[in-house]
């Protein structure tokens, strides 16, 4: 049975840490929670923000590299988590519209939409672009606790997090200037400072809690999003859907990295995590919504995955079970509610899925 549970805003820093501080120089600030960060994606190979973008962390020898130009006092910032004086960097004034990135790597990692006068000397924004693009940790140095930001790709020191910033988020990213590169809205990012470019694909194979968490290890998948899809009814509800009569199979998003993962190698994927010899069913899951289903995108996903279902049946792999895997165009995909989102991550565990002999 699957209830629901509070929401977890992408298991980050901002909602399980709460910092209590005054302005920054005046008093010590103190974290409810002492030595947490900001969970990396499970899984090996690269890693990626919510937001599509590559935070595979870089080799010492690459940060080496990107070093090399640093000025003196860019390095003593960045590299060995110095603090530029108050009121004296070169973008505490700045209100261009554009995009702030790190300095050293090039993450993006502040919209200017999000900066805001704070008064304290340093720019302040109250939200990242993602929070996945910083990494969180204690810094008890100048006898205060704060709460340090580093940028998540190379780990270069951006500054400090506070709660004492303007809603929505009640926080203020303090950064220091030499810590950040600006560029102005209409001008072309470079390629270290962009999202990658995705492709979508969908599939479903039983439970969406266990699909979601085996595409979820796949290195080169940067997001998998549980929901509904291939029936008929109009945002459904989970209730609805397992009525039957909806007519939609669980089903999961995966956006993934084409350069990293190709379509061919999720459907080989997908036909080994799953049974798709069981019909309406997935073990104990049993019903029309636990179908096994590939909805193509394209023309191109449609033939490759018809392709690949005939070749697992001149195979014999599944001996003289018919493959019972439904092959259609994608129709619309409606996402599932809060609860059912990241809920192996979440939870430690999720509904078994029978593997395919």
């Known amino acids: 049975m699957k209830t ?30 002492e030595g947490l960060n ?19 962390r870089l080799s010492e020898a690459r940060v080496a590299e990107l070093a090399k130009d640093l000025t003196p006092q ?24 554009g995009m702030y990135t790190c300095r050293l790597c090039g993450l993006s990692l502040f919209s200017s939409d999000a900066k805001f006068t704070s008064g304290t000397g340093w720019p302040s924004f109250f ?21 340090e930001i580093e940028c998540a790709r190379c780990g270069a020191h951006l500054g400090h997090v506070f709660e004492d910033g303007p809603e929505p988020t ?20 470079p390629p270290e400072s962009r999202p990658v470019e995705t492709e979508i694909a969908y599939f479903a194979g039983g439970c969406f809690w266990g699909v979601e968490d085996r595409f979820q290890q796949i290195p080169g998948v940067i997001d998998v ?13 989970y209730r609805q859907v397992c009525s039957g009569d909806t007519h939609h199979a669980e ?31 997935q073990g104990p899951d049993v019903g029309s919504q636990y179908r096994s289903a590939v909805f193509a995108t394209s023309e191109d996903q449609l033939e490759q995955a018809r392709g690949y279902v005939r070749e697992l049946e001149r195979s014999k792999r599944f001996g003289s079970r018919k493959i019972t895997t439904q092959i259609e165009r994608a129709g619309p995909f409606y996402e599932a509610e809060a609860y059912h989102q990241d809920y192996h991550a979440r939870h430690g565990g999720s509904c078994p899925l029978p593997g395919a002999p």
Not at 127 to 147: A, E, F, N, W, Y
Not at 225 to 237: A, N
Not at 254 to 279: A, C, K, M, S
Request: glycine share 10%.
């Open 225 to 237: 999003v549980s929901g509904y899809q291939g029936g008929r009814t109009k945002d459904p509800t």
């Open 127 to 147: 939200q990242p672009i993602d929070p996945q693009h910083m990494h969180h940790k204690v810094d008890k140095s100048l006898g205060m606790t704060r709460i």
């Open 38 to 56: 900001t969970p990396q994606p499970r899984g090996a190979g690269p890693q990626y923000s919510k937001s599509g973008y590559d935070i595979t």
């Open 251 to 281: 089903s999961v998003r995966v956006t993934y990295d084409p350069g990293r993962v190709t379509y061919q190698q999720l459907l080989e994927w997908f036909f080994r995590i799953h049974d798709p010899t069981q019909g309406n069913r």
């Open 4 to 33: 629901p549970e509070a929401l977890v805003f992408g298991g980050v820093l901002l909602i399980a840490v709460t910092v209590m501080v005054v302005r920054v120089g005046f008093a010590t600030s103190r974290p409810r929670l």
């Open 170 to 189: 009640g926080l203020r990213y303090c950064l220091n200037s030499a810590a950040l590169k600006f560029l102005a809205a209409g001008a072309s990012l």
């Open 74 to 97: 860019e390095r003593h910032i960045l590299l060995d988590a110095g603090t530029e004086p108050a009121f004296c960097g070169q973008l505490l004034d700045n209100q261009e519209p």
